[in-house]
């Protein structure tokens, strides 16, 4: 036994003074988050060498220096931080738990009465703070450096975007219909803007068009156009220098998001773009299920635990090998259930709530299971 056993004894010192045992939790914390930390740099750098290496030859193409290579990269590190956490921790947990199992020193712990539900509870706190830090640095600098990467992707190798404005949008459940031939995000204005208002039956009862469409004070001014107006027996027409309406109060946002990834977007903004789709008609699903996959994503790390503290002191052979080999198995069936429910809920098949919380959920029961009887 290395010094870690010996803080057993320390933790009986504790026990009789009616302390905690904070020498091996200290121990553990360290470990796990050092292993944690490491392991996680290391599985994001192979994903990003992957990713690199499959559009290398690309950027080669198009003359793309080389620190304009490493800004595509390094845009990328934290999304890739963000998806391989998890595997990293568990890796780390386990690893830590079948090292301490191997080496005779969880059965110095039991000895000393502390029950590893006990001893793992710092892994517990430290699994809510990898929740809470998985949020905040995607929202905060994952998905901003995710755009950033690429438009600078889309400029290196010439290509066009996916936020290419569509040439037409409806809202409120077709009752205006607005086609234009651009919008200028940085101006918040439409050029050659045509709105087409409806009544419930969807009998067309007005059509304003205008060279330019300014947002100001949240209501579009249209410029030098003209208005057909419906009289129920002909058109009535209206010309114009600057016309306004409260009905027209879309915000500029709404010009943009109809092509927008998803995944690409903050929490905020993933919201509203739902409820614009729901308000138009658009199909809303795959907002929905990235959605509710980001959510549950984010609890991974707690289920975490539960399955590799259900492997630790099982084995009295091979006990790093089969634990660890034991914990990623489980965790690899988690990924592949959440990409199942995933496609289920794209397909219409399920709920996209029920399809990715019902994994989650699942694996959640089994992982709170496993370690209430883990082994001590």
């Given at each position: 036994m290395n010094g870690k056993s010996n803080d057993a004894a320390a933790f009986q010192a504790n026990r009789r003074k009616g302390g905690f045992p904070l020498i091996l939790w200290n121990?553990?914390?360290?470990?796990?988050?050092?292993?944690?930390?490491?392991?996680?740099?290391?599985l994001a750098l192979i994903l990003s060498l992957a990713e690199l290496f499959s559009v290398l030859w690309k950027f080669l193409a198009r003359n793309a220096n080389i620190l304009e290579i490493a800004a595509w990269v390094i845009y990328g590190m934290p999304g890739n931080i963000i998806n391989v956490l998890p595997?990293?921790?568990?890796?780390?947990?386990?690893?830590?738990?079948?090292?301490?199992?191997?080496?005779?020193?969880?059965?110095a712990v039991f000895s000393a009465g502390l029950s590893l539900q006990r001893f793992l509870a710092p892994?517990?706190?430290?699994?809510?703070?990898?929740?809470?830090?998985?949020?905040?640095?995607q929202d905060v600098a994952a998905i901003p450096l995710g755009r950033a990467r690429n438009?600078?992707?889309?400029?290196?190798?010439?290509?066009?975007?996916?936020?290419?404005?569509?040439?037409?949008?409806?809202?409120?459940?077709?009752?205006?219909?607005?086609?234009?031939?651009?919008?200028?995000?940085?101006?918040?204005?439409?050029l050659n803007p045509v709105v087409v208002e409806r009544d419930a039956e969807g009998k067309i009862i007005r059509?304003?068009?205008?060279?330019?469409?300014?947002?100001?004070?949240?209501?579009?001014?249209?410029?030098?156009?003209?208005?057909?107006?419906?009289?129920?027996?002909?058109?009535?027409?209206?010309?114009f220098d600057r016309w306004s309406d409260p009905l027209m109060n879309e915000p500029p946002s709404s010009f943009t998001k109809p092509t927008q990834d998803?995944?690409?977007?903050?929490?905020?903004?993933?919201?509203?773009?739902?409820?614009?789709?729901?308000?138009?008609?658009?199909?809303?699903?795959?907002?929905?299920?990235?959605?509710?996959?980001?959510?549950?994503?984010?609890?991974?790390?707690?289920?975490?635990?539960?399955?590799?503290?259900?492997?630790?002191g099982r084995?009295?052979?091979s006990t790093f090998l089969i634990s660890l080999v034991l914990s990623l198995v489980t965790a690899t069936m988690y990924y592949v259930g959440q990409m199942l429910a995933s496609l289920a809920a794209r397909a219409l098949l399920i709920d996209p709530s029920l399809a990715l919380w019902s994994v989650m959920i699942l694996f959640s029961v089994v992982s709170l299971l496993a370690f209430a009887k883990a082994k001590t």
């Open positions: 121990s553990l914390w360290r470990q796990v988050g050092r292993w944690t930390a490491g392991s996680t740099i290391f595997v990293g921790f568990l890796f780390a947990l386990s690893f830590t738990l079948a090292e301490w199992h191997a080496n005779h020193e969880l059965a892994v517990v706190l430290l699994a809510l703070i990898l929740c809470g830090t998985e949020f905040l640095v438009e600078l992707r889309n400029r290196l190798l010439q290509e066009t975007g996916s936020a290419t404005v569509p040439p037409a949008l409806m809202l409120r459940a077709g009752r205006l219909v607005y086609s234009y031939s651009f919008f200028d995000e940085k101006r918040q204005r439409l059509r304003i068009s205008a060279q330019e469409a300014r947002h100001e004070e949240g209501i579009w001014i249209f410029l030098q156009g003209d208005i057909y107006t419906s009289t129920g027996q002909g058109w009535q027409w209206e010309p998803a995944r690409q977007m903050r929490m905020g903004e993933l919201r509203s773009f739902m409820d614009f789709l729901r308000q138009t008609g658009i199909p809303v699903v795959e907002a929905q299920v990235e959605y509710h996959r980001r959510f549950s994503f984010l609890l991974t790390p707690l289920v975490v635990v539960g399955l590799a503290a259900a492997f630790a084995y009295r052979r």
